[in-house]
């Protein structure tokens, strides 16, 4: 998303630069593949967040943050659909693991990180809500860190204390620029926040868009040299699956994308305690969320639905 508001200048420059970086590989299971993607929209890409580098064979793999990006006909907006990460689902056999109930961030473990990890996360979350995917990334953390300090930082507002459980940070009410490192430390946050994990997942939709608004402030697209280090930023620090799209194809259709047509959407849903393990569970199936999401119907949705909607 980055990249695409910068790509009304040298576009095949840029294409290039960052083709040579990036890692590709197929993140989406057969059966969660959407096999005629269709750039006018709309469109669903799967993104996952972990801490995890390329080698990384350490066994804990869970994916810290999974979001639906849903960008309706037209290309002019985009909903970031925070999937909460203990949220109870049934996880399809595959990659050497039978099957069973569990956290939907299991599924990237059980299916042993990496490109299977993501194909079995991506086929249990099919499973769960019937969409198909155009496309998916997998996100290291620390591109991340690298491309916000490339950035000068990002205008994050802190609502109340918390002190990180991480790095033991105080982060003070009231808004600021962050580095890198404190940016993610902030909104990696969920212990004392009044709405745990749910706040979480907003302060990680509003990192995204400060990310977004601040590229555009910077004017990357009149300096090379920054542009360059970007995208070689955000190229070491992704492994994508394009579904078979021409990345330049991909990067134009979405060039017109302003960050202020980004929505937060969380998914209905509450903790509920079983067997002594704390879970999140769907309320009413989702409350027709991801019917609208494999739809045209997100607009609709999300005016009849202002307590899921995040303000961003």
């Not at 083709?19 to 096999?35: F, H, P, W, Y």
């Not at 399809?92 to 990237?108: H, L, M, Q, T, W």
């Not at 953390?141 to 609502?159: A, H, N, P, T, Y």
């Not at 394009?242 to 998914?267: F, I, K, S, Y």
Request: overall charge neutral; some cysteine; aromatic content about 6%.
């Amino acid at each position: 998303m980055v990249l695409a508001g910068v790509t009304v200048f040298g576009l095949q420059a840029l294409t290039d630069r960052y083709d040579r970086t990036v890692i590709k590989e197929q993140l989406l299971d057969a059966g969660s593949r959407n096999d005629r993607p269709d750039l006018d929209g709309p469109l669903n890409y799967l993104l996952i967040g972990t801490d995890r580098r390329p080698g990384d064979n350490t066994t804990e793999q869970r994916a810290d943050t999974i979001l639906i990006v849903h960008v309706p006909t037209g290309l002019r907006e985009a909903y970031l659909v925070s999937i909460p990460r203990d949220l109870l689902v049934a996880i399809p056999a595959g990659s050497g693991y039978a099957g069973g109930e569990d956290k939907i961030n299991a599924a990237y473990e059980h299916g042993r990180g990496g490109e299977p990890g993501a194909q079995l996360l991506s086929a249990t979350l099919t499973r769960l809500t019937g969409i198909r995917f155009d496309g998916a990334a997998l996100v290291d953390f620390s591109g991340i860190r690298k491309v916000v300090d490339l950035l000068g930082g990002v205008r994050m507002c802190v609502e109340r204390e918390v002190r990180s459980i991480h790095t033991d940070r105080v982060f003070s009410p009231g808004c600021r620029q962050m580095n890198g490192a404190e940016a993610l430390d902030y909104v990696r946050q969920r212990y004392d926040l009044p709405g745990g994990d749910y706040d979480r997942q907003r302060h990680q939709q509003q990192l995204l868009r400060a990310m977004l608004d601040r590229a555009g402030e910077t004017r990357l697209r009149t300096n090379p040299i920054k542009l360059d280090q970007v995208i070689r930023a955000v190229g070491s620090s992704l492994t994508v699956d394009t579904n078979g799209v021409a990345l330049e194809d991909l990067l134009l259709a979405l060039r017109g994308l302003p960050a202020n047509a980004l929505r937060g959407v969380q998914v209905p849903s509450h903790s509920q305690t079983i067997d002594e393990v704390s879970y999140v569970v769907l309320e009413n199936g989702g409350n027709g969320l991801f019917d609208a999401v494999r739809g045209t119907r997100m607009p609709n949705w999300t005016q009849a639905n202002p307590r899921w909607v995040v303000r961003l």
